[in-house]
């Protein structure tokens, strides 16, 4: 039984076709996956039926009553809420609060506590979570149970459709089981699930059905158990040849030495770390989140205080934040600043930019990096989320560092802008630069480094060759801590 | 994070005890210090920003700024004092001051959430306008008001000794306790907080943060208006040019009591211990017959100090 139907929806933002009629049908009970590159249109998809936009043409219909909320707070009485991307939680509020936020128990205005600890209470409890302790503060929970008190808050306000936009982006693997756990108890009470993520393997694994959106069309939909991932990947990407997928190097030379580090210790997350980094090589940095990874590179870069035995150094760093929109670019400025950010110097005299310069530097690494962009110019925060992690990247290639400190570099970003991205890691590696990479997406790995090691509870193990690791033998490293 | 609330309260408290004794001993006179006459005087001192660091209070916890306490405060002592010059009856006079303060709070709130002007630049041309309006319906002129038993109000000494402190130290606790549980108890105190702490997240659970903001100036500014009317009551005429800079007086009373001008955090009760810091340490500079520079670099000093102590204690705590 169709419980939201979507028909024929548009929308533009000025010159700029974001949706170009969208189909969708979602049942109660069902988890429906919505794949697409960056920029086919999910997040704007998302927005409209959330309410944050209105659509230009189409109809929408929940429960055959016709939908069309004005703003967020009619999407979220008709039922439907939006669990974002980014937590949209108060940090400074209670779980309570937080969860029955907007619909607080009260009379004559004065907040009914009990009754409020005890709805909370009971919500959690029905999904498991009931250690989760409903008056503390929000912002002392981990990123994984905030997520729960997001998906619960939506319950509280007897939620019919739930939109997930990548639910698992910033989880390890053990908070991804029991989210899943969660998504299917929503589904046997009869929520629809609408679901967006990246990672083909997880969609198959919760969702039944699915939806490709390309170039703002809906271009296919059907049961995920008659497509194979291949047939998914052509819907995708459409007519275009997809990018080869990054060539991979035989086993490059022994290069020389560039950093030698033995026993770095950045407390609290990491202990213990010592490795040897080579001109030319990928040296990927597996491990759960929250296992010091992060904590590694910076303490690296110099970003957080750390001791060591020794370190070796015999070059530049450059780094790649994890967190884009914070540390990793100036949205607010154009892709031209951005680019050159790190080293003015190159387009610069006596402390005057050339802008002329500055602006052909950074078409030759747009260029390169394939950004979409109509020039230079524009300013960073315009731009879709594949396109900025290209012009992050782009800021290291005009920099020119011998050492790059890669953390998370395909994160949040598509398939196809992926394989952009790698082919220009593995081409910076072929050039001569040595590359520490840190990834949560082990195919993401294996596919790239010559050699990994794997951080486990604040302690890296030797790093090995590709050839000896598997992905359960990482896994099992990652866990237990044993190498 | 009752460590945390129980902390919030205890560091300016601390800092409070801190500055008594320190003076205490600096005077060489802690009798005379620590009177009963003393406390007297600096609390009536005291009177006029405490009230108005509640309305503050709220407003910052909101991840909000006024700036424009100062001229409200001078528009409303001078509203009070013609509206008793006319020859209204005093209470009438009282909530004519506080209601105009309440009226320029509406505004502040209109410009913010109709015009979408930020609360700082809201604030900082309010600040401009209503000193101008009480320049003009003054007359630019102080204007005196007939005596009336408004001037005992804030009076340092009150007539009836069984009082101990004057009545507006008496209604600035009285105030300070209510607007304690409107914070922590009902929805809208509540929504206040949310507001501060992620507006897009209220927004999104269907809270009307545009409305929410409007009555949040109002309500700051009726507390800016009955400061007004303390200042009046005080000075014993409506002064169009008083209180030129009490802002910022009012938000340091606020931060160094634990509000943080990101939102989301601040309390009234460490609002009030806040004022009080300031007011012990001008009282003791003037005791100790030091200049008025010293005393104002040394609040200058405090308000930083005070920050830099609730940052180091929040990096320390999210590690």
Redesign the interface.
């Known amino acids: 039984m169709t419980l939201l139907k979507l028909h024929a929806i548009e929308k533009r933002f000025g010159p700029t076709i974001a949706l170009d009629g969208v189909d969708l049908e979602v049942a109660a009970g069902e988890v429906h996956a919505v794949i697409g590159e960056n920029g086919a249109g999910k997040s704007t998809l998302m927005n409209i039926l959330s309410g944050a936009f209105a659509s230009d043409r189409g109809e929408m219909s929940l429960d055959g009553i016709p939908y069309a909320p004005i703003d967020p707070a009619e999407a979220r009485r008709a039922g439907i809420a939006h669990i974002h991307q980014e937590l949209a939680l108060c940090p400074h509020l209670s779980v309570a609060e937080n969860m029955l936020l907007g619909t607080e128990p009260s009379a004559f205005g004065w907040l009914d506590r009990q009754t409020m600890f005890e709805r909370a209470a009971a919500l959690l409890r029905e999904f498991g979570r009931a250690e989760i302790d409903p008056h503390v503060r929000t912002s002392n929970l981990s990123l994984a149970d905030q997520q729960v008190v997001e998906i619960c808050r939506a319950l509280a306000r007897d939620a019919r459709v739930m939109l997930m936009d990548e639910p698992t982006s910033s989880l390890q693997r053990s908070n991804v089981e029991r989210l899943f756990r969660m998504i299917q108890k929503l589904r046997d009470r009869g929520i629809a699930i609408i679901y967006i993520s990246h990672f083909l393997e997880e969609v198959r694994e919760i969702a039944e059905r699915f939806t490709v959106l390309r170039d703002g069309k809906s271009v296919a939909t059907g049961a995920l158990s008659g497509v194979t991932d291949a047939e998914l990947i052509s819907f995708m990407v459409g007519g275009r040849p997809s990018p080869a997928a990054s060539p991979r190097p035989l086993p490059r030379g022994e290069g020389s030495v560039v950093l030698e580090v033995e026993n770095l210790a950045a407390p609290p997350r990491v202990h213990s770390a010592s490795f040897v980094l080579r001109r030319g090589e990928i040296l990927g940095i597996a491990g759960l989140i929250g296992s010091g990874r992060t904590e590694l590179i910076r303490a690296l870069f110099g970003l957080q205080r750390a001791t060591a035995t020794r370190i070796r150094l015999h070059g530049s760093f450059g780094y790649l934040s994890e967190d884009r929109k914070r540390e990793g670019l100036a949205l607010a400025l154009s892709i031209a600043d951005n680019i050159t950010m790190s080293r003015l110097s190159t387009c610069a005299r006596a402390g005057w930019l050339n802008l002329r310069q500055q602006a052909a530097q950074a078409r030759d690494a747009m260029q390169r990096l394939r950004v979409k962009a109509a020039g230079p110019e524009i300013k960073v925060a315009r731009l879709s989320g594949g396109n900025q992690q290209k012009v992050a990247l782009g800021r290291l290639l005009h920099q020119d560092p011998d050492i790059l400190l890669l953390d998370e570099p395909a994160r949040g970003i598509d398939i196809a802008t992926r394989q952009d991205v790698f082919a220009e890691i593995a081409q910076l590696a072929a050039s001569g630069k040595a590359i520490l990479m840190v990834s949560s997406y082990l195919p993401e790995l294996l596919g790239v480094c010559d050699r990994i090691a794997v951080m486990s509870r604040g302690r890296l193990s030797p790093a090995r060759p590709i050839s000896e690791w598997t992905a359960d033998s990482i896994m099992e490293v990652a866990i237990g801590g044993s190498a | ?1 009752e460590a ?1 609330k129980a902390f919030s309260i205890i560091a300016p408290l601390l800092g409070l005890i801190g500055v008594i004794a320190l003076f205490a001993v600096l005077t060489g006179a802690p009798e005379r210090y620590l009177s009963t006459a003393n406390l007297r005087v600096v609390l009536a001192q005291t009177v006029i920003v405490a009230l108005s660091a509640i309305g503050m209070t709220m407003i910052i916890v909101s991840a909000g700024i006024d700036l424009s306490v100062g001229a409200t405060i001078a528009l409303t002592s001078v509203v009070t004092a013609l509206a008793l010059r006319d020859g209204w009856p005093p209470a009438a006079a009282i909530v004519a001051g506080t209601l105009t303060g309440g009226i320029v709070g509406l505004i502040n709130g209109l410009a913010i959430t109709r015009l979408h002007v930020v609360p700082f630049i809201a604030t900082l041309g309010m600040l401009g306008i209503a000193r101008g309006v009480a320049k003009y319906v003054a007359d630019q002129q102080t204007v005196n008001a007939p005596p009336t038993w408004i001037n005992e109000v804030a009076v340092t000494f009150p007539s009836r000794p069984w009082m101990l402190f004057a009545p507006g130290v008496w209604l600035t606790i009285a105030l300070a306790v209510m607007m304690t549980l409107v914070l922590r ?7 206040v ?2 507001l ?3 507006e ?9 943060t545009d409305r929410l903001k409007i009555w949040i100036y109002s309500i700051a500014g009726l507390f800016f208006g009955l400061s007004g009317v303390m200042q009046m009551s005080r000075l014993r005429q409506g002064d169009p040019t008083v209180a030129v800079g009490v802002e910022l007086d009012v938000i340091a009373a606020v931060v160094i009591g634990g509000g943080s001008l990101s939102g ?2 601040g309390s009234i009760g460490g609002a009030m211990i806040g004022a009080l810091v300031m007011a012990f340490l001008r009282n003791g500079s003037q005791q100790m017959g030091w200049p008025n520079y010293v005393q104002e670099i040394i609040i200058g000093v405090v308000i930083v100090i005070a920050v830099a102590v609730d940052r180091y204690r929040t990096s320390r705590g ?2």
Request: charged fraction near 25%.
């Open positions: 994070m945390r108890r009902t929805v809208f105190g509540r929504r907080f949310a501060g702490s992620n897009a997240a209220a927004r999104a659970c269907g809270i009307h989301g955090e999210t590690e």
